[in-house]
Protein backbone atom coordinates (compact mmCIF):
# COMPACT_ATOMS: atom_id res chain seq x y z
CA UNK A 1 0.00 0.00 0.00
CA UNK A 2 1.02 3.54 -1.13
CA UNK A 3 1.70 6.19 2.13
CA UNK A 4 0.98 9.65 1.38
CA UNK A 5 2.98 11.79 4.03
CA UNK A 6 3.00 15.27 4.03
CA UNK A 7 5.35 18.31 5.48
CA UNK A 8 5.11 20.00 7.65
CA UNK A 9 1.93 18.71 9.74
CA UNK A 10 1.40 22.81 10.65
CA UNK A 11 3.18 25.68 8.68
CA UNK A 12 3.05 29.44 9.91
CA UNK A 13 3.64 32.18 7.37
CA UNK A 14 2.57 35.94 7.01
CA UNK A 15 0.79 37.36 4.13
CA UNK A 16 2.45 38.11 1.23
CA UNK A 17 5.66 35.43 2.00
CA UNK A 18 5.69 32.15 0.25
CA UNK A 19 4.70 28.81 1.24
CA UNK A 20 6.13 25.92 0.24
CA UNK A 21 4.68 22.48 1.23
CA UNK A 22 5.68 18.53 0.61
CA UNK A 23 4.45 15.76 -0.23
CA UNK A 24 6.06 12.28 -0.13
CA UNK A 25 4.76 8.96 -1.22
CA UNK A 26 6.89 5.90 -0.74
CA UNK A 27 6.57 4.12 -3.66
CA UNK A 28 6.13 5.94 -7.46
CA UNK A 29 3.18 7.55 -8.16
CA UNK A 30 4.69 8.80 -11.41
CA UNK A 31 2.25 12.37 -12.21
CA UNK A 32 -0.82 11.27 -10.90
CA UNK A 33 -0.51 13.11 -7.42
CA UNK A 34 -3.88 16.52 -7.04
CA UNK A 35 -3.56 18.45 -4.14
CA UNK A 36 -6.73 20.31 -2.05
CA UNK A 37 -7.53 23.35 -0.33
CA UNK A 38 -9.97 22.80 2.61
CA UNK A 39 -11.11 25.69 4.88
CA UNK A 40 -13.00 24.85 7.59
CA UNK A 41 -16.88 23.53 7.41
CA UNK A 42 -16.03 23.62 3.61
CA UNK A 43 -15.60 20.97 1.60
CA UNK A 44 -12.30 19.80 0.24
CA UNK A 45 -11.30 21.94 -3.64
CA UNK A 46 -9.10 21.09 -6.24
CA UNK A 47 -6.22 22.94 -6.52
CA UNK A 48 -3.60 21.30 -8.89
CA UNK A 49 -3.98 17.59 -10.89
CA UNK A 50 -1.16 15.76 -12.52
CA UNK A 51 1.45 17.05 -9.88
CA UNK A 52 1.21 20.49 -12.07
CA UNK A 53 -2.01 21.47 -13.81
CA UNK A 54 -4.03 24.24 -12.24
CA UNK A 55 -7.56 23.09 -11.91
CA UNK A 56 -10.02 25.74 -13.80
CA UNK A 57 -10.36 29.00 -11.55
CA UNK A 58 -7.02 28.57 -9.99
CA UNK A 59 -5.15 31.85 -9.13
CA UNK A 60 -1.74 31.34 -10.46
CA UNK A 61 -0.09 31.83 -7.74
CA UNK A 62 -0.52 28.21 -6.87
CA UNK A 63 1.84 26.01 -8.60
CA UNK A 64 2.85 22.47 -8.38
CA UNK A 65 5.64 20.81 -9.02
CA UNK A 66 7.75 17.06 -8.49
CA UNK A 67 6.91 13.27 -9.87
CA UNK A 68 7.31 9.84 -8.49
CA UNK A 69 7.83 10.34 -5.07
CA UNK A 70 8.15 13.91 -4.32
CA UNK A 71 6.25 16.67 -4.52
CA UNK A 72 5.80 20.61 -3.53
CA UNK A 73 2.89 22.69 -3.67
CA UNK A 74 4.05 26.47 -3.59
CA UNK A 75 1.77 29.90 -2.67
CA UNK A 76 3.76 32.48 -4.17
CA UNK A 77 2.37 35.59 -2.30
CA UNK A 78 -0.17 34.54 0.19
CA UNK A 79 -3.43 35.88 0.40
CA UNK A 80 -5.89 35.95 3.47
CA UNK A 81 -8.68 33.34 1.84
CA UNK A 82 -5.23 31.43 1.35
CA UNK A 83 -5.05 30.17 5.20
CA UNK A 84 -6.20 26.65 5.44
CA UNK A 85 -5.46 22.48 5.42
CA UNK A 86 -4.13 21.22 1.76
CA UNK A 87 -4.32 17.68 1.26
CA UNK A 88 -2.00 16.02 -1.76
CA UNK A 89 -3.92 12.99 -2.85
CA UNK A 90 -2.32 10.07 -5.35
CA UNK A 91 -4.81 8.75 -7.91
CA UNK A 92 -2.07 6.00 -9.80
CA UNK A 93 -3.44 3.73 -7.02
CA UNK A 94 -6.79 3.50 -5.04
CA UNK A 95 -7.23 6.96 -4.09
CA UNK A 96 -4.98 7.75 -0.83
CA UNK A 97 -4.57 11.13 0.96
CA UNK A 98 -2.11 12.57 2.77
CA UNK A 99 -2.58 13.38 6.58
CA UNK A 100 -2.68 17.17 5.63
CA UNK A 101 -1.18 20.26 6.09
CA UNK A 102 -2.29 23.22 8.29
CA UNK A 103 -1.21 26.64 6.76
CA UNK A 104 -1.54 29.26 9.53
CA UNK A 105 -1.24 32.81 9.76
CA UNK A 106 2.32 33.82 11.07
CA UNK B 1 -23.05 24.63 -12.91
CA UNK B 2 -21.73 21.26 -11.05
CA UNK B 3 -23.98 20.77 -7.97
CA UNK B 4 -23.77 17.99 -5.65
CA UNK B 5 -26.15 17.74 -3.00
CA UNK B 6 -25.59 14.58 0.40
CA UNK B 7 -28.51 13.85 2.36
CA UNK B 8 -29.18 11.01 4.92
CA UNK B 9 -26.78 11.57 7.02
CA UNK B 10 -28.34 11.44 10.91
CA UNK B 11 -27.86 9.67 14.03
CA UNK B 12 -27.85 6.03 14.27
CA UNK B 13 -26.66 3.42 16.97
CA UNK B 14 -23.80 1.37 16.35
CA UNK B 15 -24.78 -1.88 14.21
CA UNK B 16 -27.22 0.25 12.35
CA UNK B 17 -27.63 1.39 8.87
CA UNK B 18 -28.32 4.38 7.01
CA UNK B 19 -28.60 5.18 3.36
CA UNK B 20 -27.12 8.16 2.10
CA UNK B 21 -28.17 10.12 -1.60
CA UNK B 22 -26.14 12.27 -2.98
CA UNK B 23 -28.27 14.60 -6.12
CA UNK B 24 -26.53 15.79 -8.89
CA UNK B 25 -27.18 18.95 -11.54
CA UNK B 26 -25.47 20.28 -13.84
CA UNK B 27 -23.91 17.79 -15.75
CA UNK B 28 -24.77 14.78 -17.84
CA UNK B 29 -24.33 12.63 -14.29
CA UNK B 30 -24.39 9.10 -16.51
CA UNK B 31 -21.06 9.99 -18.53
CA UNK B 32 -19.02 10.66 -14.66
CA UNK B 33 -18.06 7.94 -12.18
CA UNK B 34 -18.98 8.98 -8.46
CA UNK B 35 -17.28 8.36 -5.16
CA UNK B 36 -17.51 8.74 -1.79
CA UNK B 37 -15.07 10.44 0.97
CA UNK B 38 -15.82 11.10 4.24
CA UNK B 39 -13.80 12.83 6.85
CA UNK B 40 -13.96 12.15 10.68
CA UNK B 41 -14.40 14.72 13.37
CA UNK B 42 -10.92 16.83 13.28
CA UNK B 43 -9.46 14.18 10.65
CA UNK B 44 -8.05 13.86 7.57
CA UNK B 45 -10.04 12.59 4.28
CA UNK B 46 -10.50 9.05 3.93
CA UNK B 47 -11.60 7.54 0.93
CA UNK B 48 -14.86 4.98 0.72
CA UNK B 49 -15.71 3.78 -2.39
CA UNK B 50 -16.62 4.52 -6.21
CA UNK B 51 -18.79 3.00 -8.94
CA UNK B 52 -18.47 3.59 -12.60
CA UNK B 53 -20.96 5.79 -15.04
CA UNK B 54 -23.06 2.95 -15.65
CA UNK B 55 -22.84 1.23 -12.32
CA UNK B 56 -21.57 -1.86 -13.38
CA UNK B 57 -17.75 -1.24 -11.57
CA UNK B 58 -17.90 -0.60 -7.92
CA UNK B 59 -14.82 -0.88 -5.55
CA UNK B 60 -14.75 -0.52 -1.74
CA UNK B 61 -12.01 0.60 0.89
CA UNK B 62 -11.38 -2.91 2.95
CA UNK B 63 -12.37 -0.43 6.19
CA UNK B 64 -16.20 -0.80 4.53
CA UNK B 65 -15.94 -3.95 2.39
CA UNK B 66 -19.05 -5.56 2.91
CA UNK B 67 -20.99 -3.26 4.70
CA UNK B 68 -21.14 -1.22 2.68
CA UNK B 69 -23.08 -0.45 -0.75
CA UNK B 70 -22.48 1.87 -2.98
CA UNK B 71 -25.52 2.89 -6.52
CA UNK B 72 -26.33 5.00 -8.53
CA UNK B 73 -29.43 5.64 -10.16
CA UNK B 74 -28.79 7.45 -13.79
CA UNK B 75 -32.36 8.13 -14.51
CA UNK B 76 -32.54 10.33 -10.95
CA UNK B 77 -29.21 11.70 -11.60
CA UNK B 78 -28.72 9.92 -7.71
CA UNK B 79 -25.51 8.60 -6.15
CA UNK B 80 -26.67 6.42 -2.99
CA UNK B 81 -24.31 4.62 0.24
CA UNK B 82 -26.41 2.08 1.83
CA UNK B 83 -24.22 1.46 5.13
CA UNK B 84 -24.58 -1.33 7.47
CA UNK B 85 -23.03 -2.76 10.60
CA UNK B 86 -22.25 1.02 11.66
CA UNK B 87 -19.61 1.13 14.20
CA UNK B 88 -17.71 4.37 16.21
CA UNK B 89 -14.93 4.50 13.72
CA UNK B 90 -17.40 5.18 10.49
CA UNK B 91 -18.81 8.70 12.11
CA UNK B 92 -17.53 10.95 9.56
CA UNK B 93 -18.56 13.59 7.36
CA UNK B 94 -19.62 12.26 3.88
CA UNK B 95 -18.66 13.94 0.49
CA UNK B 96 -19.93 12.32 -2.58
CA UNK B 97 -17.24 13.28 -5.20
CA UNK B 98 -17.10 13.25 -9.27
CA UNK B 99 -14.28 11.99 -11.12
CA UNK B 100 -13.57 13.18 -14.71
CA UNK B 101 -14.12 9.76 -16.03
CA UNK B 102 -16.18 6.59 -16.56
CA UNK B 103 -14.44 4.26 -15.56
CA UNK B 104 -14.71 3.18 -11.28
CA UNK B 105 -10.81 3.50 -11.27
CA UNK B 106 -8.28 5.93 -9.44
CA UNK B 107 -8.33 9.59 -10.18
CA UNK B 108 -8.88 13.11 -8.84
CA UNK B 109 -12.39 15.20 -7.59
CA UNK B 110 -12.84 17.93 -9.62
CA UNK B 111 -16.47 18.22 -7.76
CA UNK B 112 -17.26 17.96 -4.41
CA UNK B 113 -20.83 18.10 -2.76
CA UNK B 114 -21.34 19.85 0.91
CA UNK B 115 -21.52 16.33 2.85
CA UNK B 116 -23.66 15.25 5.50
CA UNK B 117 -22.83 13.91 8.51
CA UNK B 118 -23.16 10.88 10.27
CA UNK B 119 -23.20 10.05 13.94
CA UNK B 120 -22.84 6.48 15.19
CA UNK B 121 -23.49 6.54 19.22
CA UNK B 122 -25.88 4.73 21.62
Known amino acids: EIVMTQSPATLSVSPGERATLSCRAS??????LAWYQQKPGQAPRLLIY???TRATGIPARFSGSGSGTEFTLTISSLQSEDFAVYYC????????FGQGTKLEIK | EVQLVESGGGLVQPGGSLRLSCAAS????????MHWVRQAPGKGLEYVSA????????YYANSVKGRFTISRDNSKNTLYLQMGSLRAEDMAVYYC???????????????WGQGTLVTVSS
Open chain 1, 50 to 52: GAS
Open chain 2, 51 to 58: ISSNGGST
Open chain 2, 26 to 33: GFTFSSYA
Open chain 2, 97 to 111: ARAGRTMATPYYFDY
Open chain 1, 89 to 96: QQYNNWPL
Open chain 1, 27 to 32: QSVSSN
